[in-house]
């Protein structure tokens, strides 16, 4: 596995490349790419799980935010958002607040939607004047 720390001294990112095979328990804080093949259990309190087109999972996954472009074999619970890609596949039950699945996508099992984090609330969005692009404001509460 390869850990990359930005300059910027922001967060870290792991990476799991194509020809890698893990086998275990992983925890990760910040945002994790798989691209290679992982077998057991996946968690992070809060980061970000994103399978590539070449990533195969074979686990009980358990995060923030899941983003699916390849194959994930197990349960899925994201407090955030799960997104399911047109390339993704998910065989196993999903708990989520929020559920995108594009056309082509293959989903086969379950769907839980949970409520909600609390704490935020979006409360507008308001394009700017300049560059004509939309600003969400979101309040913490």
């Known amino acids: 596995m390869k850990l990359v720390k930005t300059d910027s001294g922001s967060s870290d990112l792991g990476w799991i490349g194509r020809d890698i095979e893990v086998k275990g328990d992983i925890l990760f804080v910040e945002r994790l790419q798989i691209d290679g093949k992982v077998t057991g259990r996946l ?10 087109d070449s990533g195969e999972i074979e686990a009980q996954v358990q995060v923030g935010v ?4 390849g194959l ?3 349960d899925l619970v994201a407090r955030s958002r799960v997104e399911i890609h047109r390339t993704g596949k998910v065989y196993g039950d999903v708990v989520t607040p ?3 699945v ?6 086969n099992g379950a ?4 409520q909600e984090p609390s704490g935020r609330i979006l409360e507008k969005v308001v394009p700017t004047e300049s560059t004509g692009e ?3 404001k979101i309040k913490e509460a």
């Not at 968690?43 to 590539?52: A, F, H, I, K, Q």
């Not at 594009?102 to 989903?107: D, K, N, R």
């Not at 769907?111 to 949970?114: E, Y």
């Open 98 to 100: 929020v559920l995108l």
């Open 111 to 114: 769907i839980k939607m949970s």
């Open 43 to 52: 968690s992070s309190e809060n980061g970000t799980l994103v399978v590539g």
């Open 66 to 69: 899941c983003v699916i472009h």
């Open 134 to 136: 939309e600003k969400r």
């Open 102 to 107: 594009e056309e082509g996508a293959m989903f």
């Open 72 to 74: 994930l074999h197990g």
